[in-house]
């Protein structure tokens, strides 16, 4: 008997090692690609598969997008389809076995969603079928097999060939690549995020400052435009400096409060806020977390798990800028008329009007990330 378990071990850890790296990454990026762009995962499989994309689906919602669920506030949308018996069943009935799967995805799927196909034998025509559609309707594929590939290298964007035909041997890689990826994803996982002064962005400024919760009232369209950047799996984050509280004006207790109100306002509109980060000393304290110095952002930066690489600020004045700026952010300015570039030293990558046109603008084809604030340049959209 342990003669039996050590070949066995020896023999999965060798089919280990010849793993390809390559497309390993490919479906790591795939999910992570997803993952951050909100879409939705579809995982489907066979037989013995069925219980690995069951558990895969179970290990991606809660061990992989732990940090991003509880943190963000935003999770991962991932569907295991065999797990949906009573609809399967009734489509063998109705139509036929070869078309379960994609008659689901033609119900659920969406361009640029993800599907990923497990087989560790040769491809049933229902996964084929279901890689074809999907590939053909613009989601992503990816196929995770044995040595036996069929037809879905004509329709995966990324095929992880495991070269071995005894289906149980397969299916423990499987396992093994499953549990790899989760790991993988949990410390890797970040989101894209827009940074939101408030006064002036999300709500009117008022020159005697926002007091209270009667006194706050948000800008036209700020809800739409969160909940946008939401769908589109961005997280939305309030830096802000509020120096009422340095001057005594109000408490901290009274700001939380009207925090608080502003956040479930929002959420019940369907926009998220994953964080609030304010400053309240004022401009004679030289602390580190008033804008310009970008204390609030690196803050965020450290506690949540956020893309650097994908960050944005949004502000209405230069000093949200130059926040940005120092912190590598692509930086837009909403309001702009009025401000002496040259005497304050920091142009924005962009300017628009308002939050949702720079929303709009965010999520149009024509966006992209920069890295560098223009000083004597202007580019204005």
């Given at each position: 008997m342990i003669s039996s378990i050590n070949d066995f071990f020896i023999e999965i850890t060798k089919l280990a090692y010849s793993l390809d790296y390559n497309p390993y990454n490919g479906v790591l990026s795939e999910i992570k690609r997803a993952s951050q762009g909100k879409r939705t995962i579809f995982l489907i499989g066979n037989g013995s598969s069925s219980n690995i994309v069951s558990h895969f689906a179970n290990d991606l919602m809660k061990n992989a997008g732990a940090n991003i669920t509880k943190m963000l506030g935003i999770g991962l949308k991932v569907i295991s389809i065999p797990d949906n018996m009573p609809f399967l069943t009734a489509v063998s009935n109705d139509v036929n076995f070869d078309s379960v799967y994609l008659e689901y995805l033609k119900i659920h799927a969406s361009p640029e969603d993800l599907l990923i196909i497990f087989s560790s034998g040769t491809p049933h025509r229902n996964l084929i079928e279901a890689a074809r559609f999907s590939y053909l309707r613009g989601l992503r594929v990816a196929a995770v097999t044995g040595s036996s590939i069929g037809e879905l290298t004509l329709c995966s964007h990324v095929l992880y060939r495991v070269n071995c035909e005894v289906p149980e041997k397969v299916e423990a890689i499987h396992t093994f690549l499953c549990h790899s990826w989760?790991?993988?994803?949990?410390?890797?996982?970040?989101?894209?995020?827009?940074?939101?002064?408030?006064?002036?962005?999300?709500?009117?400024?008022?020159?005697?400052?926002?007091?209270?919760?009667?006194?706050?009232?948000f800008l036209p369209g700020v809800s739409d435009a969160i909940r946008r950047l939401n769908e589109k799996g961005f997280a939305v984050i309030i830096v802000t400096n509020q120096s009422a509280v340095g001057r005594n004006i109000i408490s901290p207790g009274r700001l939380d409060e009207i925090h608080n109100n502003m956040y479930h306002a929002l959420y019940n509109e369907g926009a998220m806020i994953s964080g609030i980060y304010y400053c309240p000393h004022t401009p004679f304290d030289n602390c580190n977390c008033r804008k310009p110095k970008n204390g609030l952002i690196e803050k965020a930066f450290n506690e949540l798990p956020l893309d650097m690489e994908k960050g944005i600020m949004i502000g209405d004045n230069v000093t949200d800028i130059e926040a940005g700026r120092i912190s590598g952010l692509t930086t837009i300015l909403l309001g702009s008329g009025s401000i002496d570039y040259e005497k304050e030293g920091e142009i924005p990558h962009y300017f628009m009007p308002d939050l949702p046109s720079a929303v709009d603008f965010i999520l149009s084809k024509t966006f992209s990330y920069k890295k560098e604030c223009l000083k004597h340049e202007l580019e204005a959209i």
């Open positions: 989760s790991v993988q994803l949990r410390k890797e996982l970040v989101q894209p995020v827009v940074f939101l002064d408030r006064d002036g962005v999300v709500n009117k400024n008022r020159s005697d400052y926002v007091k209270s919760w009667e006194e706050f009232r």
